[in-house]
């Protein structure tokens, strides 16, 4: 019989692959978030002063920013490389461990939303909504509006510049978002609580879909 292969001389195993990185969404250009950001904050500003939430007029508002922020949405993610994975709507992330690692959280800041939204549904006055269809639509443009466009905005201009600017991004954005809740004060600021929390879910995921999906069902439970 021939003799086997000699252990002591065998050729080295091929070193493993390392498992490919996801890349990370482009970032746009600081112009091209300055000019979103800026006409977000305007609309904010205008629906504050003239047609706050207790406004019967306010549900109109809410359509109309509807159809132009789908539009936009739909536009930039037709025309623009990278859009989707850059506001949150596809996975932009680097790997499996940062998705695991982001459900963890997304998770662990859900419970500690429960707290704020047991005050709300019990503490505080609560605006009425029409149906669970139009609250969904309405949850997904305010939250494109807030995390995919300021939150991701703030962040983008500061970036560089200030330290923890990510941070001061997320808390700003809460600021904002409970503001668009004006004039109930109590409701304002427990919503500004939970943004900070479906702040950081966003920073640390990178997907706006859970945000969304958690502004439904908390949203539903404190308003029914």
């Known amino acids: 019989m021939p003799p086997g292969p000699d252990p002591l001389h065998s050729e080295p195993l091929a070193p493993l692959r390392k498992p490919k990185r996801r890349k990370r969404a482009p970032k746009p250009s600081r112009g091209r978030v300055a000019v979103e950001l800026a006409v977000v904050l305007i609309g904010l500003a205008a629906i504050l002063a003239f047609v706050p939430l207790s406004s019967w007029k306010f549900p109109w508002v809410c359509g109309a920013a509807c159809v132009l922020a789908g539009g936009y949405a739909i536009y930039g993610v037709a025309r623009r490389p990278g859009a989707a994975a850059w506001w ?41 909504i029409l149906d669970g269809g139009s609250y969904l639509l309405w949850c997904v443009v305010q939250d494109f509006l807030f995390f995919s466009l300021i939150l991701r905005g703030i962040d983008r201009l500061l970036d560089g510049h200030l330290p923890g600017s990510r941070h001061v991004a997320v808390f700003l954005t809460a600021v904002l978002f409970g503001l668009s809740h004006y004039p109930l004060t109590g409701f304002m600021a427990v919503t500004a609580v939970i943004a900070v929390c479906w702040g950081y879910i966003f920073v640390r995921t990178h997907l706006l879909w859970p945000i969304t999906v958690l502004h439904f069902l908390l949203g539903l439970l404190v308003l029914s």
């Open 88 to 128: 949150g709507f596809t996975w932009g992330g680097r790997d499996a461990d940062d998705l695991a690692a982001g459900m963890w959280n997304t998770a662990l800041l859900f419970l500690a939303a429960i707290i704020p939204t047991g005050v709300v549904r019990y503490g505080v006055t609560r605006p009425m």
